[in-house]
């Protein structure tokens, strides 16, 4: 079974830094668009970043300029830095890595969630 391991939640007061870590499997993370998202409860999960095969990156507009999603390829690893943290940023925190087989084909596979509380 393909398993995303998440770590670095926690609580912290508005204003502070956090960073996520993911660790996927090798043939999962060369190959697969790697991002975060968050869910908060009543709400629909939402993409916060990801950063893709190519290189490219993209984020949520409420966090841009704030967090940074980046790739340590020799760890296979995925990191979100969040900085400048907000209390609308608490949520649960899941890694994705993402495959796409023509149009109606996918691939997901998700870590287990890691909370993320800002408040003062």
């Known amino acids: 079974q393909v398993q995303l391991v998440e770590s670095g939640g926690g609580l912290v007061q508005p204003g502070e830094s956090l960073k996520l870590s993911c660790v996927a499997p090798?043939?999962?993370?060369?190959?697969?668009?790697m991002g975060w998202y968050r869910q908060v409860p009543g709400k629909q999960r939402e993409l916060v970043a990801a950063?893709?095969?190519?290189?490219?990156?993209k984020y949520l507009d409420s966090v841009k300029g704030r967090f940074t999603i980046s790739r340590d390829n020799a760890r296979n690893t995925v990191i979100l830095q969040m900085d400048s943290l907000k209390p609308e940023d608490t949520a649960v925190y899941y890694c994705?890595?993402?495959?796409?087989?023509?149009?109606?084909?996918?691939?997901?596979?998700w870590g287990q969630g890691t909370q993320v509380t800002v408040s003062s």
């Open positions: 090798g043939n999962i993370f060369s190959t697969y668009h």
């Open positions: 994705n890595a993402h495959l796409s087989k023509g149009f109606q084909e996918t691939f997901d596979y």
């Open positions: 950063t893709f095969v190519d290189g490219g990156t």
